[in-house]
């Protein structure tokens, strides 16, 4: 039975430009908001109960990072937004959880859209977006669900580790993309792994009947991984080329090597990509491979028995002298040795495989 495909484009249909539409998989989500408040000298880790909270950070002369997860809850997005000035076009954006990667850049604000990539227990890949507002003294960031890749810059946060307290929300907005590439390389390195395994396989030859499924399966995934990657390049060369006053000259670097490792990770899934070609042509071979050395065998017995059935049909059983046809249990010992046949050559097919 053909599996039941959602669309997320549907509930779009016959709504006006601009309308907030969740289209995410988490309707019941909880609403969660953590916020950092910092500069070089303190820090103020906060967990807020209503987005009404959030809005007190928007003056600060401190830097904050406002964390909202749980995108099913448009009304207080909208809230979110409003109080900070974003068009409402962006606030629908951050609602439709099928975005592709992408900026905009405003005079007032930065907003981005990323994906979040990460593998389950079960090494299912999973696809979460996440988007980023960048603005004067603050950074925003909206998420499906609760769980993020950004524990290493909470951390950097608290022990004040590097430069992220002493720089400007522009650095936070590097370190948080920056986290979410790392993460790249992980899925990338488990993709590798995988595909290592399968290749592996085929290679010895131990093919089992989900194989095919596993190789599909690869490449479905490789798909997802280079549709989320591929757009960062424009994502960061606008912020290079842009020269936004929220961006400043010595950041600028520093997004240059995002830029980088994003290169280098588009190179190592376009090689997983071409190494999953293979395997399809790797197991479409060893299959006929497979069939081939059936086929011999087969023919092999064939032509054993083509000349002796050539010979007793011109034969017969004209002989005066056949003594088990006068034996009284004839007919049963040859229907008994008839079934042993049969079942003896059903064992050995089922033990090669090829059955």
Known sequence: MAKKRTNKYKKHIKQSPGS??????????????????????????????SVEEAFNFKKTESVSWINING?????????????????????????????????DVYDDYIFVVLKMLYYDDNENIKIEQISLVLGSNYVLTFQEIEGDVFNNVRDRLRLANGRIRTLG????????????????????????????????????????????????????EVLKIRRSIFPIREIISRIEKNEHALIEQNTIQY??????????????????????????????????????????????M???????????GIYGMNFDNI?????????????????????????????????
């Open 71 to 103: 995108l099913n809850h448009i009304k207080d997005i909208e809230k979110v937004g409003k109080h900070y000035n974003l068009h409402p076009l962006i606030i629908a954006d951050i609602a439709n959880t099928s975005q592709r990667p992408k900026i």
């Open 20 to 49: 907030i539409i969740y289209t995410g998989e988490n309707p019941t989500e909880k609403l969660f908001i953590d916020a950092f408040d910092y500069n070089n000298s303190f820090i103020n880790e906060l967990e807020l109960k």
């Open 302 to 312: 064939a032509s054993i028995f083509i000349p002796l059935t050539f010979i007793a």
């Open 169 to 220: 929300p522009d650095y936070l907005l590097y370190a948080l993309i920056d986290a979410i590439v790392d993460h790249y390389y992980i899925v990338a390195e488990t993709m590798s792994n995988k595909i290592e395994d399968l290749e592996e396989a085929l290679f010895n030859g131990n093919i089992n009947e989900n194989l095919s499924q596993e190789v599909l399966n690869l490449k479905k």
């Open 323 to 355: 003594p088990e046809l006068h034996y009284k249990y004839s007919y049963y010992i040859l229907w008994g040795v008839m079934i042993l046949i049969f079942i003896g050559m059903i064992y050995y097919f089922k033990k090669k495989k090829w059955l």
């Open 255 to 300: 997004y240059r090597d995002i830029y980088d490792h994003v290169i280098q990770l588009s190179d190592s899934v376009d090689i997983s990509r071409e190494m999953i070609w293979s395997l399809m042509d790797m197991y479409m071979t060893t299959i006929s491979n497979k069939m081939n050395e059936v086929m011999k065998v087969l023919t092999i």
